[in-house]
């Protein structure tokens, strides 16, 4: 698999888990669910929260895949940004 299709599949995998988190993030947040007229009691809330804990990790997991794909980048750009004249990136 080439590279970009590998990147384009973490890409995918870090919004699934992102989307995930978040919504059920929200879920959790105090106070939120009165504003709605909903109870904690009324929702799985113990689901909510293993698929929240799990979509937190499996997106750490994902970021770290993500920062080793594009390190060579991430160490070309910080140098680029402390060098004075001629940029090495391309």
Same mark, same amino acid.
């Given at each position: ?12 995998? $870090?919004?699934?888990?992102?989307? !995930? ?5 929200? %879920?959790?947040?105090?106070?939120? #669910?009165? =504003? ?13 929260? $293993?698929?929240?804990?799990?979509? !937190? ?5 994902? %970021?770290?895949?993500?920062?080793? #794909?594009? =390190?060579?980048?991430i ?16």
């Amino acid at each position: 698999m080439n590279k970009l299709k590998i990147n384009f599949w973490v890409d995918v995998g $870090l919004a699934v888990t992102f989307f !995930g988190s978040f919504i059920t993030g929200l %879920v959790k947040w105090p106070g939120l #669910l009165r =504003w709605f007229g909903l109870t904690h009691r009324s929702l799985p809330m113990k689901e909510i929260t $293993l698929i929240h804990d799990w979509s !937190g990790l499996i997106m750490g997991l994902i %970021v770290l895949v993500h920062l080793i #794909l594009h =390190w060579n980048m991430i160490v070309c750009m910080t140098k680029n940004m402390f060098r004075r004249g001629e940029k090495q990136c391309t």
